[in-house]
């Protein structure tokens, strides 16, 4: 029988891959106002997510969605001499 401990824990991984690919894909939409964008829509999913399942999954979200975000921007620029 499987541990109702790693059932949870498994469960809130499952909503951590949730909420980063929630978040990644949303990363280019945001409200901007003047020359700013006031509010990033994965910014929401990141308190959605912290609210949801906890600080510690949650904040695993915004690192993993950071990173990716980060990793997919960095590649969109890269230059090719």
Sequence with gaps: MVNRAAKISFRK???VAIFCALAVVSSGVSFPIGPTKVFPFPHAINVVAGIMIGPWYGGLAAFLVSSISGCIIGLLFVRVF
Excluded: S
Aim: charged share 0%; no cysteine; proline share 0%.
């Design 13 to 15: 991984m499952v909503y």
